[in-house]
Nanobody, 116 residues
């Protein structure tokens, strides 16, 4: 089992920045990919960015050039630096990690609200 705790969400004006953090605990030795996903009201949960155990990254087209994902394996933590935020980035942001057998674990989410 892996437990995830997100932090760093909040209210910010358009054009502002936020940094999300997600700390993993439990069976951390089994973690492979780590990522961020988001779900706006009435919409499905979508991928924002992922990072592999080797550091390869993948981003949704809507956030390329604005968001940066990184991970600190020593701290078992993944980060999402979000710059130039837009109102359409408003959503609950979830941390998700995949273990070596493909099981996905989710955090409880942190709300990001961007005002225009």
């Amino acid at each position: 089992q892996v437990q995830l705790v997100e932090s760093g969400g909040g209210l910010v004006q358009a054009g502002g920045s936020l940094r999300l953090s997600c700390a993993a605990s439990g069976s951390i030795f089994s973690i492979r990919a780590m990522g961020w996903y988001r779900q706006a009201p009435g919409k499905q949960r979508d991928l924002v960015a992922t990072i592999s155990s080797g550091g390869s990254t993948n981003y949704a087209d809507s956030v390329k050039g604005r968001f940066t994902i990184s991970r600190d394996n020593a701290k078992n933590t993944v980060y999402l630096q979000m710059n130039n935020l837009k109102p359409e980035d408003t959503a609950v942001h979830y941390c998700g990690v995949t273990d070596r057998v493909g099981i996905v674990y989710w955090g409880k989410g942190t709300l990001v609200t961007v005002s225009s």
